[in-house]
């Protein structure tokens, strides 16, 4: 790419970071069912379920099972809701079929079956009977979806059923790709849906046989075609071939898992009609037949070829280890294929090793042999300067200043970065620290989620950029923060060669590695906490220390031997025993004191390889800092945001979080202890109005008795 890539100007702005609006925000259902992907009908499946027209036996979001028949009664249902005749059926439930097994036809199908008759879409057997709960067959499906579209059924040639039907299907766009191979076989559902949503395209015929003035049941009007070039959840709108369109409420996808994945692809989009909220805004959009999904990661190199690669290809490389070759030279063709580039929507000759940085997000639109045709980059404002192609562009929060009402103009972070660097003497670090400003116009996203600037926390992993990639601390055109940690043990530590980068460090974390960009790496045996960024890189430094853990201290047994004393401890509601380090002398005096009238409520045993090496009085609060006010717990993802009146802190789930009842901290001393035992309420038994109390490892926390002032 320093010879064949450069900058096009294709789109505006990246509008995903744009100035978000004060509206309701569309949401996105990746995907439409959960069992449709790879399978024959995907794409169809999808958009039936968008449009209602199918919707399986749980509604959207549950499973369709695409590879099981289709009943003639739920097939009659389908076509009956795609030819936009529903509300006939709704008025004909209460009809009974003129079929001679119209008992068996179930109550939910008895409109459609109506309906169906009515429109001449079904005649039934030649004994009267229907057979609701008959699979339809491949040919019988063909015949109902012909006779559906008004015109097509009096086109039909007289030949013997029914392979006249299949002939004219298969002329007419009835049928697609759908396999019809085995025509008395029964009908799939993903077969169902390519044939259905085929049909819906066929333009009623007149009595002529010529194309009438009426509209195919997906009328034109409701679908466009075009490239995907941008799209704004939060204002609802979406540019398809440079026109713009309104999204509804909820927008369901194709083959993408997110809208960002369908950028710069062709693309399918389809308005609803019917549903309130739907009216000519768009409910579907899936890229067109024939084109590859695109890939969306994080940018590393260009001009990468792998060992024993003699293909002559050269190609993109990507953190997550995907390579995409982009140079179709040699016997593909006599002239390099370009790769179209936008950054943050900036055009520009510039080669692209000056630009695009390592972790740079991109999105890369493949053709049908998966090469590379076009790339949407957002490239984040570059911090490290100076230090060649590893320039980092990652932050972590390093405090929280949060704004005290939406009008405050901003949220204060303090972020910090290793700067990452090879120099002559190998691998070298620093440390760069900044104060920015987030102002209330400033898009932000939390794991992917539309978030809240005062929502950031410490030892999130951000990404940010600002207008024109100069720095401009009032004006950050977007905030993007990773929140998500590994915790464990490190068990191995090593250093890499990476052909074409340099070195990179990987860190065993119990059992799996992790690429790391540290500012201290860590030793075998520590037990840490990482902050990863989005290519699950250990990149903050969130804790790290000596294998060694704070315990409850419950209770004492002096041995004649103090290598043999038995200690009583209890841990996240779990006691145990621990016998004595043998280098540990126990005071006997201290422990009877502590074990006396408050018996294990105020003491930590220190534990070290499985066993006691101290014992702590927890009168003694030089070990704690606080009161903090708890501002948010979150069970699931084992972490707490505390503030302490200015800023707000995350503390992870390596905390033990203790109720300690009946006590008051006068600031000086607990005082007013009962005879109730401390209990584990764990990070779930937090209130957000609870005080609490943090251990200066921060692995205990105290919280202060909620029945008292």
Same mark, same amino acid.
């Given at each position: 790419?320093? =010879?064949?890539?450069?900058?096009?100007?294709?789109?505006?702005?990246?509008?995903?970071?744009?100035?978000?609006?004060?509206?309701?925000?569309?949401?996105?259902?990746?995907?439409?069912?959960?069992?449709?992907?790879?399978?024959?009908?995907?794409?169809?499946?999808?958009?039936?379920?968008?449009?209602?027209?199918?919707?399986?036996?749980?509604?959207?979001?549950?499973?369709?099972?695409?590879?099981?028949?289709?009943?003639? +009664?739920?097939?009659?249902?389908?076509?009956?809701?795609?030819?936009?005749?529903?509300?006939?059926?709704?008025?004909?439930?209460?009809?009974?079929?003129?079929?001679?097994?119209?008992?068996?036809?179930? +109550?939910?199908?008895?409109?459609?079956?109506?309906?169906?008759?009515?429109?001449?879409?079904?005649?039934?057997?030649?004994?009267?009977?229907?057979?609701?709960?008959?699979?339809?067959?491949?040919?019988?499906?063909?015949?109902?979806?012909?006779?559906?579209?008004?015109?097509?059924?009096?086109?039909?040639?007289?030949?013997?059923?029914?392979? %006249?039907?299949?002939?004219?299907?298969?002329?007419?766009?009835?049928?697609?790709?759908?396999?019809?191979?085995?025509?008395?076989?029964?009908?799939?559902?993903?077969?169902?849906?390519?044939?259905?949503?085929?049909?819906?395209?066929?333009?009623?015929?007149?009595?002529?046989?010529?194309?009438?003035?009426?509209?195919?049941?997906?009328?034109?009007?409701?679908?466009?075609?075009?490239?995907?070039?941008?799209?704004?959840?939060?204002?609802?709108?979406?540019?398809?071939?440079?026109?713009?369109?309104?999204?509804?409420?909820?927008?369901?996808?194709?083959?993408?898992?997110?809208?960002?994945?369908?950028?710069?692809?062709?693309?399918?989009?389809?308005?609803?009609?019917?549903?309130?909220?739907?009216?000519?805004?768009?409910?579907?959009?899936?890229?067109?037949?024939?084109?590859?999904?695109?890939?969306?990661?994080?940018?590393?190199?260009?001009?990468?070829?792998?060992?024993?690669?003699?293909?002559?290809?050269?190609?993109?490389?990507?953190?997550?280890?995907?390579?995409?070759?982009?140079?179709?030279?040699?016997?593909?063709?006599?002239?390099?294929? %370009?790769?179209?580039?936008?950054?943050?929507?900036?055009?520009?000759?510039?080669?692209?090793?000056?630009?695009?940085?390592?972790?740079?997000?991109?999105?890369?639109?493949?053709?049908?042999?998966?090469?590379?045709?076009?790339?949407?980059?957002?490239?984040?404002?570059?911090?490290?300067?100076?230090?060649?192609?590893?320039?980092?562009?990652?932050?972590?929060?390093?405090?929280?200043?949060?704004?005290?009402?939406?009008?405050?103009?901003?949220?204060?972070?303090?972020?910090?970065?290793?700067?990452?660097?090879?120099?002559?003497?190998?691998?070298?670090?620093?440390?760069?620290?900044?104060?920015?400003?987030?102002?209330?116009?400033?898009?932000?996203?939390?794991?992917?989620?539309?978030?809240?600037?005062?929502?950031?926390?410490?030892?999130?992993?951000?990404?940010?950029?600002?207008?024109?990639?100069?720095?401009?601390?009032?004006?950050?055109?977007?905030?993007?923060?990773?929140?998500?940690?590994?915790?464990?043990?490190?068990?191995?530590?090593?250093?890499?060669? %990476?052909?074409?980068?340099?070195?990179?460090?990987?860190?065993?974390?119990?059992?799996?590695?992790?690429?790391?960009?540290?500012?201290?790496?860590?030793?075998?045996?520590?037990?840490?906490?990482?902050?990863?960024?989005?290519?699950?890189?250990?990149?903050?430094?969130?804790?790290?220390?000596?294998?060694?853990?704070?315990?409850?201290?419950?209770?004492?047994?002096?041995?004649?031997?103090?290598?043999?004393?038995?200690?009583?401890?209890?841990?996240?509601?779990?006691?145990?025993?621990?016998?004595?380090?043998?280098?540990?002398?126990?005071?006997?005096?201290?422990?009877?004191?502590?074990?006396?009238?408050?018996?294990?409520?105020?003491?930590?045993?220190?534990?070290?390889?499985?066993?006691?090496?101290?014992?702590?009085?927890?009168?003694?609060?030089?070990?704690?800092?606080?009161?903090?006010?708890?501002?948010?717990?979150?069970?699931?993802?084992?972490?707490?945001?505390? =503030?302490?009146?200015?800023?707000?802190?995350?503390?992870?789930?390596?905390?033990?979080?203790?109720?300690?009842?009946?006590?008051?901290?006068?600031?000086?001393?607990?005082?007013?202890?009962?005879?109730?035992?401390?209990?584990?309420?764990?990070?779930?038994?937090?209130?957000?109005?609870?005080?609490?109390?943090?251990?200066?490892?921060?692995?205990?926390?105290?919280?202060? %008795?909620?029945?008292?002032?």
């Amino acid at each position: 790419m320093r =010879k064949a890539l450069f900058v096009v100007l294709i789109l505006a702005m990246v509008s995903s970071f744009g100035v978000v609006a004060f509206a309701a925000t569309s949401t996105v259902k990746a995907p439409v069912f959960s069992d449709i992907a790879g399978k024959a009908g995907e794409w169809e499946l999808a958009a039936l379920g968008a449009l209602g027209v199918f919707t399986g036996d749980t509604g959207v979001g549950g499973t369709v099972r695409p590879a099981d028949p289709i009943t003639r +009664a739920e097939f009659c249902k389908v076509v009956v809701t795609a030819m936009g005749k529903g509300s006939l059926a709704a008025g004909l439930t209460g009809l009974v079929p003129s079929f001679t097994d119209a008992a068996s036809i179930q +109550a939910w199908a008895v409109g459609y079956v109506n309906a169906a008759a009515m429109m001449g879409i079904i005649h039934g057997y030649s004994d009267g009977s229907f057979g609701p709960n008959k699979p339809v067959t491949s040919a019988e499906a063909i015949t109902m979806l012909v006779r559906a579209v008004p015109g097509h059924d009096a086109q039909v040639g007289a030949g013997v059923w029914p392979g %006249n039907y299949l002939w004219y299907g298969l002329d007419n766009d009835f049928v697609g790709d759908a396999d019809i191979s085995a025509t008395n076989s029964p009908c799939t559902r993903g077969n169902m849906a390519i044939m259905v949503f085929n049909t819906m395209n066929v333009q009623p015929l007149n009595a002529d046989g010529d194309p009438s003035t009426a509209d195919p049941a997906l009328n034109p009007v409701r679908v466009h075609e075009g490239t995907l070039d941008t799209y704004t959840l939060a204002s609802n709108s979406v540019t398809i071939g440079a026109a713009l369109h309104t999204l509804a409420g909820t927008v369901n996808l194709a083959i993408a898992a997110n809208m960002e994945g369908l950028r710069t692809l062709p693309v399918l989009a389809i308005t609803g009609t019917h549903a309130a909220g739907t009216e000519n805004k768009v409910v579907f959009i899936g890229p067109t037949e024939g084109t590859s999904a695109a890939f969306a990661g994080t940018w590393r190199a260009d001009d990468f070829v792998p060992a024993n690669d003699t293909s002559g290809l050269l190609y993109l490389r990507f953190n997550d280890g995907t390579l995409i070759p982009y140079d179709v030279q040699a016997t593909h063709a006599a002239t390099p294929q %370009n790769v179209q580039v936008t950054i943050n929507g900036v055009a520009g000759n510039t080669e692209e090793s000056a630009i695009l940085k390592r972790y740079d997000a991109c999105v890369v639109t493949k053709n049908d042999e998966g090469f590379a045709t076009n790339m949407v980059v957002t490239h984040d404002y570059d911090w490290a300067a100076g230090l060649g192609d590893s320039k980092c562009n990652r932050f972590w929060v390093t405090n929280v200043i949060p704004a005290t009402t939406d009008t405050t103009f901003t949220t204060v972070l303090g972020i910090a970065e290793w700067q990452v660097g090879e120099g002559t003497g190998g691998y070298v670090r620093g440390e760069a620290n900044v104060t920015i400003q987030v102002p209330v116009t400033c898009p932000v996203t939390i794991n992917g989620a539309v978030g809240a600037r005062n929502s950031l926390a410490k030892w999130d992993v951000v990404y940010v950029g600002f207008a024109g990639d100069t720095l401009d601390i009032d004006l950050p055109a977007y905030v993007t923060a990773i929140r998500k940690t590994v915790s464990g043990t490190v068990t191995n530590f090593r250093v890499v060669t %990476n052909p074409g980068f340099g070195f990179d460090h990987v860190a065993t974390v119990s059992t799996v590695d992790y690429y790391c960009d540290l500012k201290t790496d860590p030793d075998v045996g520590n037990v840490v906490t990482y902050g990863l960024d989005r290519d699950d890189y250990a990149y903050a430094p969130v804790s790290g220390q000596v294998p060694t853990f704070y315990w409850w201290f419950k209770s004492w047994t002096d041995m004649p031997d103090p290598a043999d004393d038995i200690f009583a401890v209890d841990i996240s509601g779990s006691a145990g025993t621990q016998s004595c380090d043998p280098a540990y002398t126990p005071d006997p005096a201290e422990l009877a004191t502590i074990m006396g009238d408050w018996l294990g409520h105020i003491a930590l045993a220190d534990i070290d390889g499985g066993h006691v090496i101290g014992v702590t009085p927890l009168d003694s609060m030089s070990l704690f800092t606080g009161p903090f006010d708890v501002v948010a717990v979150d069970p699931v993802g084992e972490f707490l945001v505390y =503030k302490d009146g200015t800023n707000n802190y995350v503390l992870d789930a390596e905390a033990m979080a203790v109720y300690m009842q009946g006590a008051t901290w006068t600031g000086a001393a607990w005082l007013s202890w009962d005879q109730s035992p401390s209990s584990w309420c764990g990070l779930g038994g937090l209130l957000l109005t609870d005080h609490i109390y943090i251990s200066l490892d921060e692995l205990v926390v105290l919280v202060k %008795n909620r029945n008292l002032p």
